[in-house]
T-cell receptor, first 117, second 109 residues
């Protein structure tokens, strides 16, 4: 049981390049999330998904797109990278937030460190 | 969803109890209080959650006031490995978790 994995762990992009970050979970979770974290800041929600085939915008969605074609995978895309997107990106998953309590516990991946020059 | 307020930083001596406060004065009746921590650039890790009653697990204790407007996370015997950023989150039903800046706890020898 690997939990939540993220690929790649590190990446350097030039301005204008595109890339896709992959998040995978093997816990059969319904909900998946993408956050970014900048130095000295908390986590900010980019996009999230409440189930296969569905996605929704979070707090800071501009410049990113997502897809959830399979329940276990949640992809985050940067179509044209900008220096402002230099950050650490965390993926998370949870069973569901339709009920409360432990089912809402989020499991996080190790993060992807992205630098855009 | 209710917002939370936490002190930006705290420190604690190793072996002593660390008491981390969280204010959530706008919490509604069906919202739980969750605590996570993030150790140096790792992904956040769930610690504990509660609704009304005090809770305890192998990591920490959670004390929620009777009016539920605030709570305290207690690490009973803090170690250097407890140095981390601690996040308090409230939510219930179909909430989507959002994280503030949390409290940076430094445990010193």
């Amino acid at each position: 049981n690997a939990g939540v994995t993220q690929t790649p762990k590190f990446r350097v992009l030039k301005t204008g390049q595109s890339m896709t970050l992959l998040c995978a979970q093997d816990m059969n979770h319904e909900y998946m999330y993408w956050y970014r974290q900048d130095p000295g800041m908390g986590l900010r929600l980019i996009h999230y998904s409440v189930g296969e085939g569905t996605t929704a915008k979070g707090e800071v969605p501009d410049g990113y797109n997502v897809s959830r074609l399979k329940k276990q995978n949640f992809l985050l895309g940067l179509e044209s990278a900008a220096p402002s997107q230099t950050s650490v990106y965390f993926c998370a998953s949870s069973y569901s937030t339709r009920t409360s309590g432990r089912a809402n516990e989020q499991y996080f991946g190790p993060g992807t460190r992205l630098t855009v020059t | 969803d209710a917002k939370t307020t936490q002190p930006p930083s705290m420190d604690c001596a190793e072996g002593r109890a660390a008491n981390l406060p969280c204010n959530h004065s706008t919490i509604s009746g069906n919202e739980y209080v969750y605590w996570y921590r993030q150790i140096h650039s790792q992904g956040p890790q769930y610690i504990i959650h509660g609704l009304k009653n005090n809770e305890t697990n192998e990591m920490a204790s959670l004390i929620i006031t009777e009016d539920r407007k605030s709570s305290t996370l207690i690490l009973p015997h803090a170690t250097l490995r407890d140095t981390a950023v601690y996040y308090c989150i409230v939510g219930g039903g179909s909430y989507i978790p959002t994280f503030g800046r949390g409290t940076s706890l430094i445990v010193h020898p």
